[in-house]
T-cell receptor, first 117, second 113 residues
Framework: AQKITQTQPGMFVQEKEAVTLDCTYD???????LFWYKQPSSGEMIFLIY??????QNATEGRYSLNFQKARKSANLVISASQLGDSAMYFC??????????????FGKGTKLSVKP | SAVISQKPSRDICQRGTSLTIQCQVD?????MFWYRQQPGQSLTLIAT?????????ESGFVIDKFPISRPNLTFSTLTVSNMSPEDSSIYLC??????????FGSGTRLTVV
């Protein structure tokens, strides 16, 4: 069965510094997609970045980058130049595939990031 | 990408009552997912709703407690029935369609007293 593991319940980072949020995954499917979402206290899910299993390069979206190490089955999120508004819960997720069709996402337990001024 | 309107955004309900949550999508989508997020926890899939067929429920969730309606390709409802304080959670709907495949509603924050 597919599984996502986030081992950091909480993280602190100083404003303007970079921070790495860890995510490991487990799947036997050679084709998969990995996602990172941000959830502020309002509860909405904000898409940050996506990495496909066959993508040759690490994904980047502005201040967000994904450190994808396929052999180690890790997909860590790197946030550069942290801002106070980055304080939120961060979830790593994997797409389940149903016979080639897109299924639901399965989520890790999340990491609560707090940015200190 | 798809846009989802989810209502209500929050509610406080008495135990023993029921609440129906609605999700309206601005485009036709085949699959819609309903998630529950208990306080301080991750998102857990409740069920997958396809138009014209019975919803498929995950282990631990039953239709009598969480009946789902999917009358067409743009609309779905989730009802939380006979509520207890343990049902206090954020409920989110999601569809395939959007940033690399997924869009979420803004969530319904439910408190049962």
């Amino acid at each position: 069965a597919q599984k996502i593991t986030q081992t950091q319940p909480g993280m602190f980072v100083q404003e303007k510094e970079a921070v790495t949020l860890d995510c490991t995954y487990d799947t036997s499917d050679p084709s998969y997609g990995l996602f990172w979402y941000k959830q502020p206290s309002s509860g909405e899910m904000i898409f940050l970045i996506y990495q496909g299993s066959y993508d040759q390069q690490n994904a980047t979206e502005g201040r967000y980058s994904l450190n994808f190490q396929k052999a180690r089955k890790s997909a860590n999120l790197v946030i550069s130049a942290s801002q106070l508004g980055d304080s939120a819960m961060y979830f790593c997720a994997m797409r389940e595939n149903y016979g080639g069709s897109q299924g639901n996402l399965i989520f890790g337990k999340g990491t609560k990031l707090s940015v200190k001024p | 990408s798809a846009v989802i309107s989810q209502k209500p955004s929050r509610d406080i309900c008495q135990r023993g009552t029921s609440l129906t949550i609605q999700c309206q999508v601005d485009s036709q989508v085949t699959m819609m997912f309903w998630y529950r997020q208990q306080p301080g926890q991750s998102l857990t899939l409740i069920a997958t709703a396809n138009q014209g067929s019975e919803a498929t429920y995950e282990s631990g969730f039953v239709i009598d407690k969480f009946p789902i309606s999917r009358p067409n390709l743009t609309f779905s409802t989730l009802t939380v029935s006979n509520m207890s304080p343990e049902d206090s959670s954020i409920y989110l709907c999601s569809v395939v369609g959007g940033d690399y495949g997924y869009t979420f509603g803004s969530g319904t924050r439910l408190t049962v007293v």
